[in-house]
């Protein structure tokens, strides 16, 4: 049975989620001296950041060089990174074929957290005040008291909150899907928000996890390209110390354990028959990353749309997911760059 909370003071700022967006804001917000309570649907932080045992990411794996806001998040916190593996050829395969080619399906040189994202989110989290977070705490309605300066009533499956302005730091179709709204949003951003594709929403994640990584000791980088499947692109995600070995795919397709070891010792050798074990984490059925039907939507050009990063019901509603971004939507330095978009017009507004 859940524990209900009492009713609380009026918070300044209420966070619905606590992936890298909500967690970032509610920090930054915090620190200007504003009074900010996050409700977690999860029993863990990160959202899509999420990293499990022995440190591997069935959730975003990489940043990139260019990304400042997650460079100034991971210098703030000094998160531990290091350089993607690449060395060496990768596997190419088309249907009855495998070749070994020169170059990487990565085109720039992308950057790893060690012990897996999720470190990122952790380290949010336990800078913030204590007693900011709930975990375990899903928003299912938010009520938009008549009159622009009467606050926001949020309901959870765990108690009733009151809140001068809130943040949806969840992609905005999930919002849609299972938060009820009173009165209801406009029509127009209804639609927008319902219609904005969630950022890997739809795929499989694949994780197969071995002792050692052996295809670097044949030359190879772990990395290929398929055009048979089931996974489509792979890489070689070992730990920085190559302690253990680990190659990831995605796939869109139901999979089985079998069709991808099949798979990878094609592509790899006969050793990658017998992995220690392999994760398989299907995205499109977690009801706090997708909403039903996530595979239909695939306008992203609504990514970053300007009903998205204004705020709505006089100044006391806005969305901060990745896909609000202007600046590398989708990606974790979307939602830290949304973050700062959001944290910022919340401060001005307050003044
Ligand atoms: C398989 C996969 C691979 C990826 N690879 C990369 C990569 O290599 N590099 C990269 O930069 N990005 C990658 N991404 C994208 C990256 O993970 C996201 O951009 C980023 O984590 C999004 O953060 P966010 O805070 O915007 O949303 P989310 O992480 O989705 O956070 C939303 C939070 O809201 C919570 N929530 C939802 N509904 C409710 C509710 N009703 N009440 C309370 N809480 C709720 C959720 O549980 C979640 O914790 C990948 C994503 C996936 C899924």
Partial sequence: MTQAIDVVDVFDVFVVGAGA????????????GMSVAVCEARDRVGGRLLSVDPGVDLGATWFWQNERDVREVINEFGIEFFP?????NMMYQIPGSVQELDGNPLDQQAWRIVGGTQKIAIALAESLPSGTLQLSTKVTE????QGTDKGVTVITDRGVYM??????????????????FSPQLPADLTSIATNTPVWMGAVTKVVAIYDSPFWRKRGLAGSAMSHVGPLREIHDVSDVEGNF?????????GITEEAVTNQLAELFGPEAKAPRSVLIKDWSISQFTSPPRVDQLNDYQLFGSHALRESHLGGRLFFASTETSVDSPGHIQGAFSAARRTA?????QSK
Avoid: C, M
């Fill in 21 to 32: 967006s909500g967690l970032r804001i509610a920090g930054i917000v915090a620190k200007a």
């Fill in 84 to 88: 993607q593996y690449a060395d060496g």
């Fill in 142 to 145: 938010l009520k938009f008291d």
């Fill in 163 to 180: 809140a001068k302005q809130v943040v949806l730091a969840l992609p905005p179709a999930t919002a849609l899907a299972n938060i009820s």
């Fill in 245 to 253: 070995g680990a190659l990831f795919g995605f796939s869109r397709e």
């Fill in 344 to 348: 910022q017009l919340i401060i001005e």
